[in-house]
């Protein structure tokens, strides 16, 4: 009797390790927020709004029209790298990963990452089909270490009702600054005439807005950022032209400087500043606001790329791809992954009604994206869009410092000269130390 | 039973504890410290390079304002902490329901996790439409920037964290009120002592290994301050807010450097090594020959 027993627990405990289905499980993490509560159950991806809701829905989707394949999602805070890497470290690493194309050479550099190409050419995608941009983010000597999912940067969102009221509009279209001059006058006019700030800015534990100001105005006047991999030079002229322009902004008042994402987000929505330089992210959830009768933005906004101040009018710019992690996987598992591919490019236009640019020439050439809404004004970003050297690695480390010194810069904690001087600093001594 | 059978029957008992202790503990502990004395990264390799790690930690202003920032919120929150903790304790020491109620209450930010207290404590404390922001405007002050003032951020990691603390020793300083004797209590009475003079003179002294313990396990917890410093604030403005353990995060996870974290962890683990036995000898000594709880 006591063994019956006994066999009868241990099958228990054994049954319940096994999966409780047949399906081939592919595990996806991604960033781009959680919204289970709102779409956790939809498939309909036309009708989701934002990074997280389309993200959501296309997983969604792709589990319902593959009932063989279950992708269970791990959905962690932006962007989470740190996590990724201790994943790997575990040499417990998920199936597919989103991750920025800046950030892919360091994996693919100690083999952490497996080259995608066998699964784009079994998913019947030739490399020839997505952007330049798209192709070259994700392209490591030779060899493709993704699925190019966007080209994504900065952008100016502007509240046309606080131009009009500023006396900034002409034809119907926002005035924007085309120099460092013009910016302060029309700052200045703005802020007498509405009595709020002309920029909104986020510098509250959010490094990578305020590094993507100055590494979009030092290209702007084609000052090498990292004049070798493993150097970052910001001090420079042009670097503290920079830093003491936005910095001269802020203590007027014309920008505002105790503000994180969410707060910088809701003043926007609600109609408490002229411009929220974030990025293409944001344009999904803003154009709804615009079209949403009684809210502050209804009939009020507009998006164009960070305007030129000086030198040339280029643009820091980065992409998202699904990158494979390194591990073992069975033959259904990478045929899986496989499909997964075809069915995220197929569904790339999806995507693009986030705001960012697709990564795939058809998409970007067709006439259902270009009737999307904001996207003749940020088209330009596809042509004056600059990434960093792909040689240069730990990208996130680096704007993390660079950031957030250049935050310190902004409001006046240091100045320009030291600020940057110590992003210098603090960058070169970690690159130094690469192996 | 001979008394070396005892020895190792004993051994056999412990054995379990000994094992995980040793694989857990001091196997990460020897590890780390090899560690340093390598450059490496989180993949495996690395060059020995002796004591390199630790001269270029007594070099870094980061390292160093992150060990700074760690000691002053450290010296905010475990007094503090101490304090709120005895006065709840002391007002909610009595068996009615309503007191049995709030000692749940102040208890029940004990549970939740550091994310959901940080963000709690966002929409307190952001200048724009923060709860306290509102207060200060709907007063006609300007609101003040808890998280974006460098002189500010480092107390509103403190707030943060005693309102999140406080319920673990309020329980220990209940436990410690409930064991003292009451007929101390009726002596004191007896002796016409004011509640003032009872305090001092009885509860306080009564509570004296309490109080260490407390003071102690608070000490090498808020040493160790992570959670609140990296979602409240993200280590800003310009590293106002970064601690030690912060540090070690950003530099093992994001730069991939973990010989040098390992180092800055070994320095950690001194530090904290250092001030608890201070405490340990230094309250080891007055209390000797006294009886407290």
């Known amino acids: 009797m006591m063994r019956l027993l006994?066999?009868?627990l241990a099958a228990l405990a054994l049954g319940s390790c096994a999966q409780a289905d047949d399906k081939t499980h592919i595990y996806l993490q991604r960033f781009f927020g959680e919204c289970g509560a709102e779409y956790g159950g939809k498939t309909d991806v036309s009708k989701a709004e934002g990074e997280c809701g389309i993200v959501t829905a296309l997983v969604n989707k792709f589990n319902a029209e593959n009932p063989d394949v279950q992708v269970d999602v791990n959905v962690i805070a932006w962007p989470g790298y740190p996590q990724l890497t201790a994943q790997m470290a575990a040499r417990?690493?998920?199936?597919?990963?989103?991750?920025?194309?800046?950030v892919m050479a360091d994996y693919a550099a100690k083999g952490l990452l497996e080259?995608?190409?066998?699964?784009?050419?079994?998913?019947?995608i030739s490399p020839g089909a997505f952007t330049p941009a798209g192709r070259d983010g994700v392209s490591i000597k030779g060899q493709a270490y993704g699925l190019p999912w966007d080209t994504h940067g900065g952008l100016y969102h502007v509240n046309?009702?606080?131009?009009r009221q500023a006396g900034l509009i002409r034809g119907g279209e926002p005035i924007l600054p085309t120099s460092p001059e013009e910016f302060l006058a029309h700052a200045r006019q703005f802020r007498e005439r509405t009595g709020k700030p002309y920029l909104i800015q986020s510098l509250v534990g959010d490094p990578a807005g305020a590094a993507r100001t100055l590494y979009t105005y030092m290209m702007a006047q084609g000052a090498p950022i990292f004049p070798a991999p493993n150097r970052l030079r910001v001090n420079t002229p042009e670097g503290r032209k920079v830093a003491d322009f936005f910095r001269q902004l802020t203590a007027e008042g014309l920008g505002t400087s105790n503000m994180d994402t969410p707060a910088a987000i809701a003043a926007f929505m609600s109609g408490e500043g002229g411009i929220y330089p974030t990025g293409?992210?944001?344009?999904?959830?803003?154009?709804?606001?615009?079209?949403?009768p009684g809210r502050p933005l209804h009939n009020a906004y507009a998006v164009y790329p960070y305007p030129r101040l000086w030198g040339e009018h280029v643009e820091y710019v980065g992409g998202h791809a699904w990158a494979v992690p390194t591990r073992e996987r069975t033959a259904k598992q990478r045929e899986a992954i496989a499909r997964f591919f075809r069915f995220m490019a197929a569904h790339n236009y999806d995507w693009a009604r986030t705001g960012h640019l697709p990564a795939l020439a058809a998409v970007l050439a067709s006439e259902r994206f270009r009737a999307l809404p904001q996207r003749a004004n940020i088209a330009p970003l596809g042509s004056i869009g600059r990434a960093l050297p792909g040689t240069v690695q730990r990208q996130s480390a680096v704007e993390g410092i660079v950031g957030e010194e250049m935050s310190a810069a902004i409001t006046g904690q240091k100045s320009s000269a030291?600020?940057?001087?110590?992003?210098?600093r603090r960058v070169n001594e970690f690159l130094a130390e690469l192996q | 039973m001979t008394s070396a059978e005892r020895r190792w029957q004993g051994l056999l008992f412990v054995a379990p504890f000994l094992l995980l202790y040793l694989l857990i503990l001091i196997y990460p502990l020897l590890r780390g410290l090899w560690l340093s004395l390598y450059q490496v990264d989180l993949f495996g390799g690395?060059?020995?390079?002796?004591?390199?790690?630790?001269?270029?930690?007594?070099?870094?202003?980061?390292?160093?304002?992150?060990?700074?920032?760690?000691?002053?919120?450290?010296?905010?929150?475990?007094?503090?902490l101490t304090v709120v903790a005895l006065a709840l304790a002391l007002a909610l020491n009595r068996a009615t329901r309503s007191a049995a109620i709030l000692r749940g209450v102040f208890f029940?930010?004990?549970?939740?996790?550091?994310t959901i207290v940080t963000l709690i404590w966002r929409f307190i404390l952001a200048p724009d439409a923060g709860l306290l922001g509102e207060l200060w405007t709907a007063l006609g002050r300007e609101p003040l920037p808890f998280l974006s003032a460098p002189n500010l951020v480092l107390p509103a990691l403190a707030m943060t964290t005693i309102w999140w603390s406080v319920g673990f020793p309020m329980l220990l300083f209940l436990a410690g009120l409930q064991q003292i004797p009451q007929d101390m209590y009726e002596a004191a009475a007896l002796d016409r002592a004011s509640k003032w003079t009872t305090f001092w003179r009885v509860t306080l002294p009564s509570l004296r290994r309490t109080t260490i313990l407390v003071v102690m396990l608070q000490t090498a917890a808020q040493l160790q301050i992570f959670g609140q410093s990296q979602l409240l604030t993200a280590g800003g403005p310009s590293g106002a807010s970064r601690t030690a353990v912060l540090f070690l995060f950003e530099t093992a996870f994001g730069r991939w450097e973990l010989g040098y974290a390992s180092a800055a962890a070994e320095i950690l683990f001194l530090i904290i090594l250092a001030v608890t036995l201070t405490q340990y000898m230094l309250t080891g000594r007055v209390r000797a020959g006294e009886d407290g709880r």
């Open chain 1, 280 to 292: 293409t992210w944001m344009i999904g959830q803003f154009q709804q606001e615009s079209v949403t």
């Open chain 2, 46 to 80: 690395g060059t020995f390079v002796g004591l390199a790690n630790y001269a270029r930690l007594a070099a870094d202003p980061v390292f160093g304002q992150s060990l700074i920032n760690t000691f002053l919120v450290t010296l905010m929150i475990v007094p503090l």
């Open chain 1, 92 to 102: 417990d690493p998920p199936d597919l990963v989103a991750m920025h194309t800046g």
């Open chain 2, 108 to 114: 029940s930010s004990a549970v939740l996790s550091v």
């Open chain 1, 6 to 8: 006994l066999a009868v």
């Open chain 1, 115 to 124: 080259p995608v190409g066998s699964y784009l050419s079994q998913a019947g």
């Open chain 1, 418 to 424: 030291r600020a940057l001087a110590d992003a210098d």
């Open chain 1, 160 to 163: 046309t009702l606080l131009f």
